[in-house]
């Protein structure tokens, strides 16, 4: 853990924990991948249902995908980061 001095918004000086800014950028992180991502597997599953040429890997590997999107972040707990189907 490691301990610096930062200031508030009255120019008074406190300790910040590093560990919590870093773990506020990892949520930070993984929430804007989720929601890039989301959108990205909807198209993909309906690629799938249209029978789409554009379609890559299989339908359920896609869903299966958007479930651990939906599962990546769960309050301020970030998990394994899920890996897009290609």
Do not use: C
């Amino acid at each position: 853990m490691a301990i610096i001095t930062g200031y508030d918004q009255n120019n008074q000086p406190v300790d910040v924990d590093t560990n919590d800014i870093d773990a506020q950028e990892a949520l930070s992180d993984a929430l804007v991948f989720v929601k890039i991502e989301l959108p990205l597997s909807d198209i993909n599953i309906y690629y799938h249902e249209d029978d789409d040429s554009r379609k890559v890997s299989l339908e359920a590997t896609w869903r299966t995908y958007r479930k651990d999107l939906r599962n990546y972040v769960q309050g301020s707990t970030v998990g394994t980061k899920p890996t897009r189907p290609t």
